[in-house]
């Protein structure tokens, strides 16, 4: 059974849920997701290890500070180690998702003697493939967000950022899918993730300095992240590549069955 907690850091309260005993694997997922989007793997990864779950400040159950300073990538590192210290682990296997995958390598660089192994999920060290345009169709959607709410920002979203029109036209189920977690996340979390990507240092330059075991999943229909999965490939010795066929920018939700059995023969083989 799961164990559902908070711990105080950094002028935030974090959810995160632990399950199961021995070496420590911790889930951090990507924007407005939350503990939920690792369903399909931490039961299987708490059958032989210690899973710990949990949210980005300012999404799924952790608080949202109202301060925009309060969200950077560092500060979420800082919620890792955090979260760690308060469960007791001194060392884990940190898996990251897109947003928690940046925050899985600012981590690894920042805490290393606290990072077992990387398991890193469409993510990028900071090239990412934005569309021309892109800057200014993000300040919008902001503004449409903090004057109408999450529900209009999703639709503005849906309607004119060109990556998600072609998503959801090749996948129209997954409209209704991501809905609900744009919903769920608060307004100052969403603003305050977004700026802490637009204001993050660029970590390409220091993957060299990794050197934990690594491996990176790319699904390849997630075109914006093709590069960047690569770029983190060549910078880290010995890293992975698993290309993961028909899936987008989620592929442990996607293909669950491929993800998981690629992520299990790699703890296997860890060493820890």
């Not at 890193?120 to 709410?149: C, H, N, W």
Request: aromatic share 8%; hydrophobic share 40%; with cysteine.
């Amino acid at each position: 059974m799961s164990r559902m907690s908070r711990a105080s850091i950094n002028s935030a309260e974090i959810h995160y849920e632990a399950t199961g005993e021995g070496n420590a694997v911790l889930f951090h997922h990507g924007m407005t997701g939350s503990t939920e989007d690792w369903a399909k793997q931490v039961p299987l990864v708490a059958g032989k290890h210690k899973a710990i779950a949990m949210d980005l400040r300012g999404q799924g159950r952790s608080s949202a500070p109202l301060r925009v300073e309060d969200y950077s990538m560092p500060i979420f590192a800082e919620d890792i180690r955090g979260v760690l210290e308060h469960v007791g682990v001194s060392k884990a296997c940190i898996v990251g998702h897109s947003i928690g995958g940046f925050t899985a390598l600012e981590f690894a660089l920042a805490h290393p003697e606290m990072v077992t192994a990387l398991v890193l999920v469409d993510t990028s060290s900071g090239e990412r493939g934005a569309f021309p345009g892109y800057a200014e169709f993000r300040d919008q959607l902001l503004e449409i967000m903090r004057a109408k709410g999450m529900a209009a920002a999703f639709d503005f979203d849906c309607a004119n950022n060109p990556q998600r029109i072609d998503r959801y036209t090749r996948h129209p189920e997954l409209k209704d899918y991501f809905r609900p977690k744009m919903l769920r996340t608060s307004v100052d979390g969403y603003i305050g993730a977004t700026m802490a990507m637009a204001n993050w240092k660029w970590l390409t330059p220091r993957l060299s300095e990794i050197t934990v075991p690594t491996i990176i999943f790319w699904g390849d229909e997630d075109a914006p992240f093709e590069k960047a999965s690569q770029v983190i490939r060549d910078g880290i010795a010995g890293a992975e590549l698993v290309v993961v066929h028909g899936s987008g920018h989620n592929p442990h939700e996607e293909k669950p069955g491929v993800f998981n059995d690629a992520l299990m023969r790699f703890l296997d083989r860890i060493g820890w």
